[in-house]
């Protein structure tokens, strides 16, 4: 056997090793503790021991940190509050370890290395207390407490029955979750089970594989109507989305038709996961009755707006379901995503993720790039002028109320323990915010810290102001943007020529263009949303309504105005997303169908 042949597994190994749940990320610290032990055991035998203080321990500490990595590296738990927990009093045993252990005299390198060795773990005890805590917050916030736990791999078949109505699966394999590939095997067998049932009314489609509007035309074409299950993360869903206002389904009186949309969370944050109730992540035991609980999933409405005008890469409109945000958390994200571009595979685990955004955005507690935000940064209300106050880093456009994987930014009951002290809000009074009231809230905050703060649920953003009609303009550049967790100029843009003036327009050393863009109301989109409180008479409802229409004993427009009554909107006025008809004739359809 060749040298080459020996080495090639050899090469493997680190991205083998590298964690992708938070049980071998502990297990790839208790694996480097066993081979630190070890090495220091085994030169304790020949000559002094390089911590004196510890010698007769590490043989067994050795051995107990061997265990735990072999236990932890076979483990299948998934993050939870437990465990973090625990992790939390494992990490923090081995610091007090390492601030009584004290470095002979003959390794300076050693005794170099202690105080870092001693911050990193003291950081790590100090980060797994906070992910218990905050996993604990949020669950209850969210009501998803059941989530993430043990994680089944075998392949055992999802016999949920047969569905109320047709369903087309969307499944994102590259999500930022590490199941998105267990669950796809899962959700093929249950399409594989109804086959074997000789029905065809579950479909799973690999969104890396068939674009989704042509899989929506394919299924619409077999099936008058039908609902949609996303498998993904929010940039999963807003495509999905999109493809749907722009693929052209009608019913059967040639009415443009929208199936309702229900998720599986499988990326990093799933705010919009979150807000529906379907939870922050997926686990894999409870798969069959999530896809159950699709039957008596009430209907939602989320808004849609489009963002338009002057974008980064050439762009002139997209179209928004969560958030846009400039500056400060930006510029994290956008580190983010270039270090997740050139070294993918440390990107396997949700906390890590977790771990590399807190790296890529330290750097700015010393720099403050953007404290100058306010002069560079134009913003308008509803025509009305919106001052920055001076100290505010960062600004985010909120749809939902969920921003950076469950964070409550608006925080209209100012619930957090730490709130904001800057009070800047510019509007007459504030509404309480939701999803579906076609309204936008604009927040900011002042630093890195008070970021952090705010995405650990400890304190929430600066009010600034809330509308239906914002304005957000950067004209020299310099200042990142990101429109639903997906950041522009990835790939840093060399500096443009103005052809009109012949000079170069903004763009600062990362390549950041300039923009000018307005967000205005789209209309809806038609979703599915679970809760505890969920029952079969709402789910009956939505089936009722669709095999109404499927009959044609109703009309599309009928339909949809039931549908949008049943998700609360007043006077059931419809309007759909990138639809280009007005929304009365839906309401009027559904007023002379009752009447009659």
């Known amino acids: 056997m060749s040298a080459a042949a020996v080495l090639r597994p050899l090469r493997k190994l680190p991205q083998r090793l590298w964690p992708n749940t938070l049980g071998k990320f502990w297990g790839l610290h208790a694996l480097l503790w066993a081979a630190a032990c070890a090495t220091a055991t085994a030169s304790a035998l020949t000559r002094a021991s390089p911590l004196l203080s510890l010698s007769s321990l590490l043989p067994p500490l050795a051995a107990a940190n061997a265990a735990l990595a072999t236990t932890l590296y076979r483990s299948r738990e998934d993050a939870n509050v437990p465990l973090a927990a625990t992790a939390a009093?494992?990490?923090?045993?081995?610091?007090?370890?390492?601030?009584?252990?004290?470095?002979?005299?003959?390794?300076?390198?050693?005794?170099?290395?202690?105080?870092?060795?001693?911050?990193?773990?003291?950081?790590?005890?100090?980060?797994?207390?906070?992910?218990?805590?905050?996993?604990?917050?949020?669950?209850?916030?969210?009501?998803?407490?059941?989530?993430?736990?043990?994680?089944?791999?075998?392949?055992?078949?999802?016999?949920?029955?047969?569905?109320?109505?047709?369903?087309?699966?969307?499944?994102?394999?590259?999500?930022?979750?590490?199941?998105?590939?267990?669950?796809?095997v899962f959700l093929d067998a249950y399409a594989e089970q109804a086959r074997l049932d000789g029905r065809d009314d579950v479909e799973v489609v690999d969104l890396a594989q068939t674009p989704p509007a042509e899989a929506l035309r394919a299924f619409g074409a077999r099936h008058a109507t039908f609902r949609v299950l996303v498998c993904g993360g929010d940039g999963s869903a807003s495509w999905v989305l999109g493809a749907l206002e722009e693929c052209g389904l009608t019913g059967w009186d040639g009415s443009p038709y929208r199936p309702a949309v229900g998720m599986i969370p499988l990326g990093t944050g799933n705010d919009l996961a979150r807000v529906l109730g379907w939870g922050k992540s997926i686990r894999l035991d409870a798969l069959p009755e999530l896809v159950r609980s699709l039957d008596t999933a009430r209907v939602a409405l989320v808004d849609r707006w489009r963002v338009a005008g002057q974008l980064p890469e050439g762009d002139t409109s997209v179209v928004m379901s969560n958030y846009l945000s400039i500056g400060l958390d930006t510029r994290a994200a956008l580190r983010w995503a270039r270090l997740k571009e050139s070294v993918p595979w440390a990107f396997r685990l949700r906390l890590i993720n977790k771990l590399w955004y807190i790296l890529c955005g330290s750097p700015e507690l010393l720099l403050h790039s953007y404290r100058d935000l306010c002069r560079k940064c134009t913003l308008v209300c509803d025509g009305q002028p919106i001052a920055i106050p001076p100290n505010v880093e960062g600004l985010m456009v909120l749809n939902t109320p969920s921003y950076g994987g469950g964070?409550?930014?608006?925080?209209?009951?100012?619930?957090?323990?730490?709130?904001?002290?800057?009070?800047?809000?510019?509007?007459a009074e504030a509404r309480p915010p939701r999803m579906d009231d076609g309204l936008l809230e604009v927040v900011g905050v002042t630093d890195v810290l008070h970021l952090a703060y705010s995405l650990g649920g400890?304190?929430?953003?600066?009010?600034?102001?809330?509308?239906?009609?914002?304005?957000?303009?950067?004209?020299?550049?310099?200042?990142?943007?990101?429109?639903?967790?997906?950041?522009?100029?990835?790939?840093?843009?060399?500096?443009?020529?103005?052809?009109?003036?012949?000079?170069?327009?903004?763009?600062?050393?990362?390549?950041?263009?300039?923009?000018?863009?307005?967000?205005?109301?789209?209309?809806?989109?038609?979703?599915?949303?679970?809760?505890?409180?969920?029952?079969?008479?709402?789910?009956?409802?939505?089936?009722?309504?669709?095999?109404?229409?499927?009959?044609?004993?109703?009309?599309?427009?009928?339909?949809?105005?039931?549908?949008?009554?049943?998700?609360?909107?007043?006077?059931?006025?419809?309007?759909?997303?990138?639809?280009?008809?007005?929304?009365?004739?839906?309401?009027?359809?559904?007023?002379?169908?009752?009447?009659?």
């Open 89 to 184: 009093l494992y990490f923090g045993g081995h610091a007090v370890m390492l601030f009584l252990a004290r470095a002979g005299p003959a390794h300076t390198r050693l005794a170099a290395a202690l105080p870092w060795l001693r911050a990193w773990h003291v950081a790590l005890t100090a980060g797994s207390f906070a992910f218990a805590a905050k996993a604990a917050l949020k669950d209850r916030l969210f009501g998803d407490a059941d989530a993430g736990s043990v994680l089944r791999s075998d392949g055992t078949l999802l016999r949920s029955g047969k569905p109320m109505m047709p369903s087309l699966v969307f499944v994102n394999r590259e999500s930022g979750a590490k199941v998105a590939d267990r669950v796809g």
């Open 458 to 596: 400890l304190s929430n953003g600066v009010r600034l102001c809330q509308g239906a009609h914002i304005r957000l303009a950067v004209p020299q550049g310099g200042v990142p943007i990101q429109i639903d967790g997906e950041p522009y100029n990835i790939v840093p843009r060399e500096a443009a020529v103005d052809g009109e003036e012949g000079a170069a327009v903004g763009l600062n050393a990362g390549g950041l263009e300039p923009f000018n863009v307005e967000l205005s109301y789209e209309g809806q989109a038609l979703m599915l949303a679970r809760s505890p409180r969920s029952t079969p008479r709402e789910g009956n409802a939505f089936a009722a309504v669709e095999a109404q229409l499927r009959r044609r004993g109703l009309s599309t427009a009928q339909r949809d105005a039931l549908l949008w009554t049943l998700a609360g909107a007043e006077g059931g006025v419809v309007h759909h997303a990138g639809a280009q008809q007005g929304a009365g004739g839906g309401a009027a359809e559904a007023g002379s169908l009752q009447a009659a």
């Open 407 to 427: 964070s409550d930014l608006w925080d209209e009951a100012r619930a957090a323990p730490l709130p904001a002290t800057t009070r800047h809000f510019q509007s």
